[in-house]
């Protein structure tokens, strides 16, 4: 009876200390199994539109160009290429890049339960130091910080195509989605300009029409 006694204290002194828990885990998302790492990004048009009034405009994505590749099954980097991009009727471009192209670094992350939308699945993406360039007025600005979405599928949905939701709302003119989760950690909208070197940062927000993420075969999203 002793041991039985004995092991009866080890057990709560593990579950005590957290050895043994079934209460502290948290879901984990992301294409399960990724089968295919690489995926292009889509979009008809994208707005990113700062505090101060700015609104930088691109019409077209070249595809060909817009690749991420996942590092794992929920975080991928890449390079997104817009084209057709003005500012008040300007052409602006990444510095030093060709005319209306803007060329924009991205890390990108899978998340769960995006606050503001009506969807299981988030997707946020990363950019740091994008300097943009108006050459014709010398106008300057800085793009940083994280845009998050949504992303219209269902837990084991296999699809090709899964839709990227980045929507304004029109009363607030915020953006929709405003934060999302990764395990314990919030992910929260914090995208801003900061123009003409002027150190005082503006917030941004960022729409985009007809967002896609595209594999070349069906890819499952888990929330396992």
Known sequence: MRWLVTMGFTILALCASGAITTTSTFAEEGFLPL???????????????????????????????????????????????FAKCTAAGLPINSLGDSKEQIL?????????????AFSTFGIAIEVSKIHLEVPSIGFLTE???RVIGAISAKPGEALKEFKTVFNIVKESKKQEVIACKEGKAEKTHTLTLEQNHSGKPEGATQFIEGGLLEFTEAQELMDS
Do not use: Q, W, Y
């Open 104 to 116: 924009m670094p991205v890390e990108i992350l899978v998340c769960l339960e995006p606050t503001g």
């Open 143 to 145: 793009l940083n910080g």
């Open 35 to 81: 089968s295919f790492k690489e995926a292009k990004v889509e979009s008809r048009k994208t707005v990113l539109t700062g505090a101060g009034g700015i609104a930088i405009s691109c019409t077209e994505i070249d595809l060909t160009k817009s690749l991420i590749k996942f590092a794992n099954i929920k975080h991928a980097t890449g390079t997104l290429h």
